[in-house]
């Protein structure tokens, strides 16, 4: 039972346009949502994080939207740059639970 | 500097053979992860630890052993049971004090079965 999904496990975007990686959740008991970045052979490093009492949270060139009636999220990346080409993953975690339930992940790949 | 160590970077074994991949943090955190990653797949967790002596298993712990004998270290062991070990494994620690803000990765173990 996949609990955070990534739908789309690619996208193709012109360098300098606006990403957008979707996920979606199914468990309403989670209330903090994470996004990590990921390069090939290395571990994945957080990007940006939000709480559900949040619909919104910004950093730099990177904003996460949280929809909590939909039970989605998305990961803005504006404007978008070459170093962005990686793997995104979304997370979640619920009051209670030691563990993060991690989503397929999206190859995102910027066109120079 | 704090942060999480995994070694070696790349490791080969071969058939029928066991392997032991080393996983140390010193960011006193309390629960630490495997989990390991294919190609074209998500992060599917092995075996995780929340306290010194204690574990549990993952989705997929099938072939695999782990022992957390101290606070820092969480060594994951790839026995001759586990059927497809060739995999990209990752280690990760996190606080937890009832909800999870967060894991930290350490860089990777690949390990090719020959």
């Known amino acids: 039972d996949q609990q955070v999904k990534q739908n789309s496990p690619s996208l193709s975007v012109q360098e300098g346009r606006i990403s957008i990686l979707n996920c979606d959740y199914t468990?309403?008991?989670?209330?903090?949502f994470l996004w990590y970045k990921k390069y090939p052979a290395e571990g994945p490093t957080f990007l940006i994080s939000?709480?559900?009492?949040?619909d919104k949270n910004e950093d730099g060139r990177f904003t996460v939207f949280l929809n909590k009636s939909a039970k989605h999220l998305s990961l803005h990346i504006v404007p978008s740059q070459p170093g962005d080409s990686a793997v995104y993953f979304c997370?979640?975690?619920?009051?209670?639970?030691?563990?993060?339930?991690f989503g397929t992940g999206t190859r995102l790949t910027i066109i120079p | 500097d704090g942060g999480i160590t995994q070694s070696p970077k790349y490791l080969f074994r071969k058939e029928g053979q066991n392997v032991t991949l080393s996983c140390e943090q010193n960011?006193?955190?309390?629960?630490m992860y495997w989990y390991r990653q294919d190609p074209g797949q998500g992060l599917r967790l092995i075996y995780y630890?929340?306290?010194?002596?204690?574990?549990q298993k993952g989705d997929i712990a099938e072939g695999y052993s782990v022992s957390r004998e101290k606070k820092e270290s969480f060594p994951l062991t790839v026995t001759s049971a586990q059927k497809n070990p060739t995999a990209f494994y990752l280690c990760?620690?996190?606080?937890?004090?009832?909800?999870?803000?967060?894991?930290?990765f350490g860089s990777g173990t690949r390990l090719t079965v020959v």
């Open positions: 990760a620690s996190s606080f937890f004090s009832g909800i999870n803000y967060g894991y930290t």
């Open positions: 468990n309403s008991m989670f209330d903090y």
């Open positions: 939000i709480s559900s009492i949040k």
């Open positions: 997370a979640a975690s619920a009051q209670g639970n030691e563990k993060l339930t």
């Open positions: 960011l006193n955190h309390d629960a």
């Open positions: 630890s929340q306290i010194v002596n204690d574990f």
